[in-house]
Structure formats: structure tokens, C-alpha cells
């Protein structure tokens, strides 16, 4: 009896296990870039935890695209993160230098965006603004600005 019984007990602690493990496993995120105007380059995804590491512009992951798969200005690509909470910016990288180049007045050169947010005036975004639940929106849209 105490045999049996240890053993379901294992067996539910087991399941257990690895049901939380393949919850808490990175996911397949989806992002669709739209509105880039030209083949040439790479696109640079940056995702942020916080706002803390966002004004520092410290991303936890950093992912470069080519646009070979570029379609009337729409790219699709995908990323494997943790579920949580994240912020992404883009900067399309028509130089291919890993930066995004400004002018003399500091305004950006080269187009740039934010996850599900759309820059509509001349101030930079806070965190809150542009952050999304992968485990309520595994899929983000981004549309490229350009100056």
C-alpha cells in the first residue's frame, strides 16, 4: 500500500513538473514589420524587460533580420522569448552599420519603431506605452517611422 501510494504521488509530482516546465518554455513570437521602404540592409529587433532597461537601452535580446523576405514593404519575423511582459523597438538598418544613424539635430535618419505603438508626435514613447503580454498577444505588429 505505502509502495502505491508513493508512487502516485511521484507520478502526480512528475506531471506536475512537466507541465510548469513547458509553460514557463520560451514561445514563438510572431512579429509583422510593415511600411519599410527599402530591401537594403537589416532590420534590428530589441526587446526590453522594463522601463529601467528601456531609458538605459540595455535590451535583453537583440535580434537582427535580413529583408530577404521582404514583401511590399511588410516582414514577418520570428523570435523565441520567455512568456511575459516585453517592449520591442526596431530600427531598420538601411546601412547595415548596427545602429540607427541621426542628423545634426539628432533625429533619426533611418526608420524606427515600437511594439503595437505608432510615434505620432516628436517625443519618445515610455515603456508603458509600447509593452505587451506575449501570454495574451504572442503575435506584435510594428510600423516603421521614418523622419
Same mark, same amino acid.
Given at each position: 500500500m505505502k509502495k502505491s501510494a508513493l508512487f502516485a504521488i511521484k507520478l502526480i #509530482?512528475?506531471?506536475?513538473? $512537466?507541465?510548469?516546465?513547458?509553460? =514557463?518554455?520560451?514561445?514563438?513570437?510572431?512579429?509583422?514589420?510593415?511600411?519599410?521602404?527599402?530591401?537594403?540592409? +537589416? *532590420? =534590428?529587433? %530589441? #526587446?526590453?524587460?522594463? %522601463?529601467? +532597461?528601456?531609458?538605459?537601452?540595455q535590451p535583453c535580446k537583440t535580434f537582427t533580420f535580413d529583408k530577404k523576405s521582404?514583401?511590399?514593404?511588410?516582414?514577418?519575423?520570428?523570435?523565441?522569448? @520567455? !512568456?511575459?511582459?516585453?517592449?520591442? +523597438?526596431? $530600427?531598420?538598418? @538601411? %546601412?547595415?552599420?548596427?545602429? *540607427?544613424d541621426k542628423n545634426l539635430i539628432g533625429m533619426p535618419k533611418e526608420g524606427f519603431?515600437?511594439?503595437?505603438?505608432?510615434? @505620432?508626435?516628436?517625443?519618445? !514613447? #515610455?515603456?508603458?506605452?509600447?509593452? #505587451?503580454?506575449?501570454?495574451?498577444? !504572442?503575435? *506584435?505588429? *510594428?510600423? $516603421?517611422?521614418?523622419?
Amino acid at each position: 500500500m505505502k509502495k502505491s501510494a508513493l508512487f502516485a504521488i511521484k507520478l502526480i #509530482v512528475g506531471a506536475a513538473l $512537466v507541465f510548469l516546465s513547458s509553460y =514557463i518554455r520560451a514561445q514563438e513570437t510572431q512579429v509583422k514589420i510593415t511600411g519599410i521602404r527599402s530591401a537594403k540592409g +537589416t *532590420i =534590428i529587433l %530589441n #526587446v526590453f524587460k522594463d %522601463n529601467e +532597461t528601456y531609458n538605459k537601452q540595455q535590451p535583453c535580446k537583440t535580434f537582427t533580420f535580413d529583408k530577404k523576405s521582404l514583401d511590399s514593404g511588410t516582414l514577418i519575423v520570428k523570435c523565441n522569448l @520567455e !512568456p511575459g511582459t516585453y517592449g520591442f +523597438t526596431i $530600427v531598420d538598418d @538601411e %546601412n547595415g552599420n548596427g545602429k *540607427i544613424d541621426k542628423n545634426l539635430i539628432g533625429m533619426p535618419k533611418e526608420g524606427f519603431g515600437f511594439s503595437n505603438f505608432f510615434l @505620432e508626435k516628436m517625443k519618445r !514613447p #515610455v515603456f508603458d506605452d509600447f509593452k #505587451v503580454d506575449l501570454k495574451l498577444k !504572442p503575435k *506584435i505588429d *510594428i510600423r $516603421v517611422k521614418y523622419m
